[in-house]
């Protein structure tokens, strides 16, 4: 698992650890996408894996929201963002866009990150909305991606790119 550890203004974002799993599971139980299962295979994918992360965000003791992806080594350096959530508060108040752009910042320092990348369904406005404000462009489209409640759903890959200059205007 690629080591995070962040701190500014009460909010701590780091590694999950095998011992938070239980607290995420009840912090996500409102979420039909989340299931235990499914939970423990993505840390374990996370964690046996070098290059990619499963962080928690912290705020004042207590868990606001988890973010989960990869860091490819490439040329340039690109960064995905296989999922965001945080709690509903937390993104009324703008929290969202500060804690990415200091996941982003961090990322273009400690690992030279010069693209990011990100993933949501098109039937996912909100996420759409916020990936864009912070100056995600569409990328492509890949059909049938996602199965959910029966369904199939597209997905929509998002590129945030020549991040050195975008970072100023992500808040």
């Known amino acids: ?62 868990l606001i929201g988890i973010i989960k992806g990869r860091v490819e080594f490439k040329n340039p350096n690109e960064a995905w963002i296989w999922f965001y959530y945080l709690d509903e508060i937390e993104r009324a108040n703008q929290l969202d866009c500060e804690i990415i752009k200091k996941i982003f910042e961090c990322f273009s320092k400690e690992y030279d990150i010069k693209l990011f990348f990100t993933r949501v369904a098109v039937n996912d406005e909100i996420a759409i909305k916020f990936w864009k404000k912070i100056g995600f462009k569409p990328l492509r489209l890949v059909k049938d991606y996602y199965h959910i409640a029966g369904k199939n759903i597209d997905m929509m890959i998002m590129e945030n790119g020549n991040i050195d200059k975008k970072l100023q205007n992500i808040l």
């Open 1 to 62: 698992m690629l080591d995070v550890e962040l701190c500014f203004n009460n909010i701590e974002i780091s590694n999950i650890q095998k011992e938070d799993l239980v607290c995420i599971q009840k912090w996500s139980e409102s979420d039909d996408q989340f299931n235990f299962e499914q939970l423990y295979e993505r840390f374990l994918e996370s964690y046996l894996s070098e290059c990619e992360y499963f962080l928690k965000i912290i705020k004042n003791k207590k």
